[in-house]
C-alpha cells in the first residue's frame, strides 16, 4: 500500500477529487482519501452474503482496501482474502469479537492479524462456545411470550451453525410477519428487559485485545456510539482498552451519525488512537450504508491503515 507521501505525489500527477474547493494554479490538489472499508459481515457470521459476493460488492463500490470481521469467526479469512486478491483488491485480515465491558457488549475489531494464530483461534473457540446454548434460552423467553418455535427458526437462517445470533432471531421474527423489520424486533424482543434477551457474558476486553495484538494485529473499539455508556464509563473503555494494548477506534461507521464522526474524531486525537472506517455491512436490504459509501476520516487523525501496511494482503 502506498504511504501517504506517495499518495500524495500520485494526486499531484493525476487526481481527480471531488473536494468542494476549486483548484487554483497556485494550490496544491486536496488528497484522495483511501477508499477503505474495515468492517462487515458474510454469511460465516449474520451478513446474508458469501465472502466471495462481498468482495465483488466492495470492488463495485470502489472498495480499495477492505477486510471481512465476522464476528468471532475467522473461518471465511482465506475465501475472503482470496476473492479479493483475484478482484484486485487489497485486503487486511479481520474479526469483530464480543466482549462484556461494565456489564454491557462491546464489540473489538481486530484487524491485519495472523489467522493461524493458536491463541487468537482458542479464543474466538471459546467466544463461539455460549451462542447455542443462549440461543436455546432466548427461545424459551420467546415462547413464554407467546412466539414459539423460534430457535429451530432461526438456524433456518444461520450459514455457520456455530454462530447462531439474535440477527438470525430477528430475520426470521420479520419472515414469519411478528414485526415489519429487524430494528422492530429488537426493539420489542431482542434487548435487555425484553422477552427474547438473554444476559451472556462474553470474553473480556483485555483478553479480546491480547488475542489480537498476539497475533500480530491491531484491535480497534468498534462503533462506540452505539454503547449506552456514561461519559465516566466511556472513559473508563477507552483507557482500560489502550491500557491492555489496543490502537485504534472506529470513527466513521454505519451507525455513527455526523455528531458521532466528530465526537470520535476529537476522540481518537485526545487518546492518540488511530482512526478506522468501515460500513458494518451485513446485508442489502437491512443495512444503511453499503460497503465503502462511507464519509471520508477527517483529516487530521492518522488511519488504521497506516501502521498495517506490513500486514497488507495485496493483488
Ligand atoms: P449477537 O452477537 O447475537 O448479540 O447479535 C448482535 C448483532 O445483532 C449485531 O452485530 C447486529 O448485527 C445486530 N443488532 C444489534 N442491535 C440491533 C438493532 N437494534 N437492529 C438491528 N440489528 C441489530
Ligand atoms: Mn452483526
Ligand atoms: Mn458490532
Ligand atoms: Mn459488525
Same mark, same amino acid.
Given at each position: 500500500?502506498?504511504?501517504?507521501?506517495?499518495?500524495?505525489?500520485?494526486?499531484?500527477?493525476?487526481?481527480?477529487?471531488?473536494?468542494?474547493?476549486?483548484?487554483?494554479?497556485?494550490?496544491?490538489?486536496?488528497?484522495?482519501?483511501?477508499?477503505?472499508?474495515?468492517?462487515?459481515?458474510?454469511?460465516?457470521?449474520?451478513?446474508?452474503?458469501?465472502?466471495?459476493?462481498?468482495? #465483488? &460488492? +466492495?470492488?463495485?463500490?470502489?472498495?480499495? *482496501?477492505? !477486510?471481512?470481521?465476522?464476528?468471532?469467526?475467522?473461518? $471465511?479469512?482465506? /475465501?475472503?482474502?482470496?476473492?479479493?486478491?483475484?478482484?484486485?483488491?487489497?485486503?487486511?485480515?479481520?474479526?469483530?469479537?464480543?466482549?462484556?465491558?461494565?456489564?454491557?457488549?462491546?464489540?473489538?475489531?481486530?484487524?491485519?492479524?495472523?489467522?493461524?494464530?493458536?491463541?487468537?483461534?482458542?479464543?474466538?473457540?471459546?467466544?463461539?462456545?455460549?451462542?447455542? #446454548? &443462549? +440461543?436455546?434460552?432466548?427461545?424459551?423467553? *420467546?415462547? !413464554?411470550?407467546?412466539?414459539?418455535?423460534?430457535?429451530? $427458526?432461526?438456524? /433456518?437462517?444461520?450459514?455457520?451453525?456455530?454462530?447462531?445470533?439474535?440477527?438470525?432471531?430477528?430475520?426470521?421474527?420479520?419472515?414469519?410477519?411478528?414485526?415489519?423489520?429487524?430494528?422492530?424486533?429488537?426493539?420489542?424482543?431482542?434487548?435487555?428487559?425484553?422477552?427474547?434477551?438473554?444476559?451472556?457474558?462474553?470474553?473480556?476486553?483485555?483478553?479480546?485485545?491480547?488475542?489480537?495484538?498476539?497475533?500480530?494485529?491491531?484491535?480497534?473499539?468498534?462503533?462506540?456510539?452505539?454503547?449506552?455508556?456514561?461519559?465516566?464509563?466511556?472513559?473508563?473503555?477507552?483507557?482500560?482498552?489502550?491500557?491492555?494494548?489496543?490502537?485504534?477506534?472506529?470513527?466513521?461507521?454505519?451507525?455513527?451519525?455526523?455528531?458521532?464522526?466528530?465526537?470520535?474524531?476529537?476522540?481518537?486525537?485526545?487518546?492518540?488512537?488511530?482512526?478506522?472506517?468501515?460500513?458494518?455491512?451485513?446485508?442489502?436490504?437491512?443495512?444503511?450504508?453499503?460497503?465503502?459509501?462511507?464519509?471520508?476520516?477527517?483529516?487530521?487523525?492518522?488511519?488504521?491503515?497506516?501502521?498495517?501496511?506490513?500486514?497488507?494482503?495485496?493483488?
Amino acid at each position: 500500500m502506498p504511504t501517504s507521501t506517495e499518495r500524495e505525489a500520485a494526486c499531484l500527477q493525476s487526481c481527480v477529487t471531488s473536494h468542494a474547493a476549486a483548484p487554483s494554479p497556485s494550490s496544491a490538489p486536496p488528497l484522495l482519501p483511501l477508499n477503505a472499508d474495515l468492517h462487515c459481515h458474510s454469511v460465516v457470521s449474520d451478513g446474508t452474503l458469501t465472502p466471495e459476493v462481498l468482495a #465483488a &460488492r +466492495a470492488k463495485a463500490n470502489g472498495v480499495e *482496501l477492505w !477486510a471481512l470481521t465476522d464476528h468471532d469467526e475467522i473461518s $471465511g479469512q482465506a /475465501r475472503a482474502r482470496q476473492a479479493a486478491l483475484a478482484l484486485g483488491l487489497d485486503y487486511l485480515t479481520g474479526v469483530e469479537i464480543s466482549v462484556t465491558f461494565a456489564g454491557v457488549t462491546v464489540h473489538i475489531v481486530g484487524l491485519g492479524f495472523d489467522v493461524d494464530d493458536t491463541a487468537l483461534k482458542q479464543g474466538l473457540d471459546f467466544t463461539r462456545g455460549g451462542r447455542e #446454548a &443462549r +440461543a436455546r434460552e432466548m427461545a424459551a423467553g *420467546l415462547a !413464554a411470550a407467546g412466539i414459539p418455535g423460534s430457535y429451530e $427458526g432461526a438456524l /433456518r437462517y444461520v450459514g455457520n451453525p456455530d454462530l447462531i445470533s439474535r440477527t438470525h432471531f430477528a430475520r426470521h421474527l420479520v419472515d414469519t410477519g411478528v414485526c415489519g423489520d429487524t430494528s422492530e424486533v429488537f426493539r420489542k424482543y431482542l434487548v435487555e428487559g425484553r422477552p427474547g434477551f438473554v444476559p451472556h457474558r462474553w470474553a473480556g476486553l483485555g483478553d479480546a485485545v491480547r488475542w489480537i495484538t498476539g497475533a500480530g494485529g491491531v484491535a480497534v473499539i468498534a462503533h462506540p456510539g452505539r454503547y449506552k455508556f456514561t461519559a465516566n464509563e466511556e472513559y473508563a473503555l477507552f483507557t482500560e482498552f489502550i491500557a491492555h494494548g489496543g490502537r485504534g477506534v472506529e470513527v466513521v461507521t454505519g451507525s455513527h451519525t455526523a455528531a458521532d464522526f466528530v465526537k470520535y474524531a476529537d476522540m481518537a486525537r485526545e487518546f492518540d488512537l488511530l482512526a478506522s472506517r468501515g460500513s458494518d455491512f451485513h446485508c442489502p436490504e437491512e443495512s444503511h450504508v453499503d460497503l465503502g459509501r462511507l464519509p471520508p476520516l477527517a483529516r487530521g487523525l492518522t488511519p488504521v491503515w497506516d501502521v498495517l501496511a506490513h500486514r497488507v494482503h495485496r493483488h
